[in-house]
């Protein structure tokens, strides 16, 4: 079978995400055969480095011997089984270790399938936990402007991208929005845009504080913001703040968990924990869709009563799925086999040395690099039409997979990716940067 059967039978047939269809009239779709390492291949056996590891996912590459094994074990064991009234090893074991990276702060997991659901999950829990302890006006939810969370209707009302957003608005819950600790400007510094955020949060807090029942926030990142980097002095403080006004706060790290940020939580670089925190994509090393929100003891004991009203009921049918935790313990495991924390730390020199071509092309801005994940920005007065999509099929052309987000050009890939294929990666990003801005004059 050829690429064009399979792009064909599947424009035919499925709605891909995150994606006007219209637009694959003129970007054809990619057809994957396979995967090994940090590369792709489709039917033609042409390659593609997965430079934003299949949408920040993958760890340890594609087709990775050791998870393979792993879920081949499991296989013969137990596929799935419900997890209400039941358990088994694979979700005991991960929860324990996911509770002891924590330094048993989170010491309670609880499942679900992908990021969104994650984050529907904590802020139900944060509603209901203030219900059950007799703090019944503590309702409303508060975010970060430019935040993402997800797309399912809950994770939409604490989501402040109008491009997700904004159509779906008569049916989501608004939240309250504080200043973001990202600089708006050039002319704002770092350390003034972390003291003006946590002044609009303090005041934010002070003045709501009796209806809040939560403060949710990805540490360090906001990621579907393009990648915006802020100070750890912010989560410091919006740490001490909830506490002091008695504020759930909720950190989002399905994107910047499990080592992506060289901390394997964002939340370590501040030195906190939060109350609930959400985990997905690298969870399962980017194998089986899976998340969890880790809870303290105290929010689970609020809801450890006799009344069944008052305990948590929210359910998916395959929650901690076997195989999907399977994978997770295998990553842990390789966590620990590879020292990958390492290995991110030296990524993040080598990324580092690779783009310092990007600092000296006054058509590029604001380079940026926090652990794994680097990117910048094209100026917008140099930026053609349709840069991101133009931008990603002339990388795939190439042989690269990539998907800036407007004018935010970033790669986030796997772990074990080499030397000479960051080199690739900078030399191709190069050449697409180079072709779109000249076709732009």
């Given amino acids: 079978m050829t690429d064009q059967h399979w792009t064909d039978r599947s424009l035919n047939a499925v709605w891909h995400p995150c994606t006007q269809m219209k ?13 090994r390492g940090v590369f792709l291949y489709d039917y ?23 998870i393979n094994q792993a879920i081949i074990n499991q296989l013969g064991e137990v596929e799935h089984v419900m997890l209400a009234g039941m358990t088994h090893r694979p979700v005991v074991e991960l929860s324990e270790r996911l509770s002891a990276l924590t330094g048993h702060h989170l010491g309670r997991a609880f499942y679900g399938s992908d990021g969104a659901s994650a984050v529907e999950i904590a802020l139900k829990m944060s509603f209901h936990y203030w219900r059950n302890v007799g703090l019944t006006k503590k309702s409303r939810f508060v975010c970060l402007q430019n935040s993402y969370h997800g797309e399912t209707l809950g994770a939409l ?12 608005s008569p049916l989501i819950q608004r939240p309250i929005l504080c200043q973001s600790p990202v600089p708006l400007s050039d002319s704002v510094s770092l ?8 002044n609009d949060l303090k005041l934010t807090l002070a003045a709501n504080h009796e209806e809040i029942a939560c403060f949710i926030l990805e540490p360090m990142i906001q990621c579907a913001a393009g990648m915006q980097m802020y100070s750890a002095d912010y989560l410091k403080a919006a ?21 992506r940020t060289g901390k394997f939580f964002a939340c370590e670089h501040a030195g906190i924990w939060p109350d609930l925190m959400t985990l997905s994509k690298g969870l399962t090393g980017g194998y089986l869709p899976l998340s969890v929100v880790l809870s303290t003891e105290t929010i689970y004991q609020a809801f450890y009563q006799d009344d069944v009203r008052l305990g948590f009921l929210h359910s998916h049918s395959y929650t901690g799925n076997p195989l999907a935790c399977t994978a997770a313990v295998a990553t842990l495991d390789l966590f620990e086999t590879s020292k990958a924390l390492a290995l991110v730390n030296d990524l993040a020199n080598q990324l580092s040395t690779a783009f310092e071509w990007v600092k000296v092309d006054d058509r590029l801005t604001n380079i940026r690099q926090l652990g794994s994940i680097l990117a910048f920005d094209v100026m917008v007065n140099r ?16 042989g690269l997979l990539i998907r800036p987000i407007g004018n935010t050009v970033y790669v986030m890939p796997p772990y074990i990716i080499s030397s000479s294929e960051i080199e690739f990666l900078s030399n191709v990003i190069k050449i697409c940067i180079n072709a779109l801005l000249k076709e732009k004059l």
Avoid at 26 to 32: D, G, K, R, T, V
Avoid at 44 to 66: K, M, Q
Avoid at 157 to 168: E, H
């Fill in 23 to 35: 637009a694959h009239e003129e970007s054809p779709l990619l057809a994957i055969k396979n995967g």
């Fill in 44 to 66: 033609e056996g042409n390659s593609y480095l997965d430079s934003i590891s299949s949408w920040w996912t993958n760890l340890f590459g594609h087709a990775n011997p050791s």
């Fill in 191 to 198: 350390e003034e845009a972390t003291q003006i955020a946590i």
């Fill in 157 to 168: 009302g604490v989501t402040d991208i109008p491009l997700f957003s904004d159509t779906y």
């Fill in 383 to 398: 930026l053609p039409q349709n840069f991101s999509r133009k931008f990603a099929s002339l990388a795939l052309e190439h």
């Fill in 239 to 259: 740490r001490a703040l909830c506490s002091e006004y008695q504020v759930l706060l909720i950190a989002d790290e399905i994107a910047v968990g499990f080592g």
